[in-house]
C-alpha cells in the first residue's frame, strides 16, 4: 500500500506564488484594499489614494483634520492592517 501526499490548494497556491516572487506583490494589494474595511466607511469617503512603497502604507486624504486624528492612531492602524492579511507586509502608515 502507498501513502498519499495530500495538500490543501491553498498551500499549493502560495507555494507557486512564493517561488515565483508574487506572494508579497498580493498581500500588498490585499492589504491596500483592506483599507476601507479596517479605517472605516467614513474615513474610507475621505481617502483619495492609497498605495505601499518600501513596506510603508501611504494614504492621501482630503481632511487635514482626519489626517491629524490618525496620525496619532498610526501604530494601531498598522497593526489592524497586517492582521486583517494574515502577515507583516508593512511597517509604518503615511498620511
Keep these: 500500500m ?3 501526499d495530500v495538500q490543501q490548494v491553498k498551500d499549493l497556491i502560495m507555494r507557486a ?7 508579497t506583490p ?8 483592506a ?7 467614513m474615513v ?9 512603497y518600501n513596506q510603508t502604507l501611504y494614504v492621501r486624504l482630503s481632511s487635514p483634520a482626519l489626517r491629524a486624528d490618525l496620525s496619532m492612531r498610526r501604530a494601531e492602524l498598522t ?5 486583517y492579511v494574515g502577515e507583516q507586509v508593512i511597517t509604518d502608515v503615511r498620511f
Design 2 to 4: 502507498f501513502r498519499r
Design 17 to 23: 506564488l512564493r517561488e515565483q516572487g508574487l506572494d
Design 26 to 33: 498580493l498581500q500588498q494589494k490585499r492589504l491596500v484594499e
Design 35 to 41: 483599507w476601507p474595511e479596517v479605517a472605516g466607511p
Design 44 to 52: 474610507a469617503r475621505y481617502t483619495l489614494n492609497t498605495y505601499i
Design 79 to 83: 497593526q489592524k492592517l497586517n492582521d
